[in-house]
């Protein structure tokens, strides 16, 4: 039966890969893409981070291989999933890679195309809503607004080696960007708010970690830059999470909007105040 929307979707074809965006959680955030590519995947090669809810929308029979921690191989290499991506192109099979959020925000889709290119296996890239945009709507916080800031920066807080990224100069950053939102920031977020606080950052200056965001898990915590860290540990936050430092973080007063918030609907912001 043709859907409403099958006019607006492709034909994932035999022998193809297609690395897909699956959003921060909420399977209503699908695009049209992504779930027709599910429709017809014969093998989806995932991370722990896509939803259940969102796997579950495969066909019957339909071969899911977790690639992340704790599934498929006890510490899977990039280099094992590129090859698991051409191998099983190469038997012809319809390939969904699907990823949290966007495949190519902090996801190693470039390494992936990277490999499929090479190998000469034909691909399509699917965008996702990414959890630094969605994940911080569904926690009630605007991105921007005119009045607060011009600029945002995503930022990762850690790197390849598993501790805080070497590269990023996070007192420049601290210095020159009004909101900053940080990816992976729970094992460094003590040492990463340091820095920030040294690069002249308010160490009174409002943030927010966002927990399981989207989903029926997401919890919130508001914080201030000094003592994040430190509640966050309190209040026993698990992966994923998100940090966001800067002024729209005070908008969450009364844009908080998504009824799997336990918080009442106007929390008090005070430094601290978690759900
Ligand atoms: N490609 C993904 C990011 C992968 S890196 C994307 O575009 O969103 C993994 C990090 O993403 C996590 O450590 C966390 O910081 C963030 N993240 C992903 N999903 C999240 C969610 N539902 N809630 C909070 N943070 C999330």
């Avoid at 729970?186 to 040294?198: F, G, H, P, Q, Y």
Wanted: with cysteine; aromatic share 6%.
């Amino acid at each position: 039966m043709m859907k409403r929307y099958d006019a607006y979707t492709v034909e994932l074809e035999p022998g193809w890969v297609w690395l897909v965006g699956a959003g921060p959680g909420d399977p209503g955030l699908l695009t049209l893409h992504a779930l027709s590519a599910l429709e017809q995947a014969d093998v989806v090669v995932h991370d722990a981070l896509v939803d259940e809810r969102i796997l579950g929308m495969v066909r019957p029979g339909v071969e899911l291989v977790n690639v992340g921690k704790r599934g498929w191989k006890c510490s899977p290499k990039q280099s094992d999933i590129c090859e698991l991506l051409v191998e099983q192109a190469q038997l012809g099979k319809r390939v969904v890679r699907l990823k949290g959020g966007d495949p190519f925000v902090f996801g190693r889709g470039g390494e992936e195309t990277h490999a499929l290119v090479a190998a000469e296996i034909p691909f399509r890239i699917v965008p996702g809503i990414t959890a630094g945009i969605g994940g911080l709507a569904y926690a009630g916080i605007p991105l921007t607004t005119r009045d607060t800031n011009d600029a945002v920066v995503f930022v990762t807080g850690h790197d390849e080696s598993g501790g805080m990224s070497r590269r990023v100069r996070w007192e420049d950053l601290a210095r020159t960007v009004p909101v900053i939102v940080i990816y992976m920031p729970m094992k460094s977020l003590k040492r990463i708010a340091e820095r920030m606080i040294a690069g002249g950052r308010d160490p009174d200056e409002h943030c927010a970690i966002v927990s399981h965001a989207s989903t029926p898990r997401q919890r919130v915590l508001i914080s201030t830059l000094a003592r994040c860290a430190a509640d966050a540990a309190a209040s026993d936050l698990p992966n994923p999470a998100l940090f966001v430092l800067g002024p729209v973080v005070d908008f969450r007063v009364w844009v908080n909007w998504f009824p799997g918030n336990r918080s009442p609907r106007l929390a008090p912001l005070s430094p601290a105040a978690g759900e």
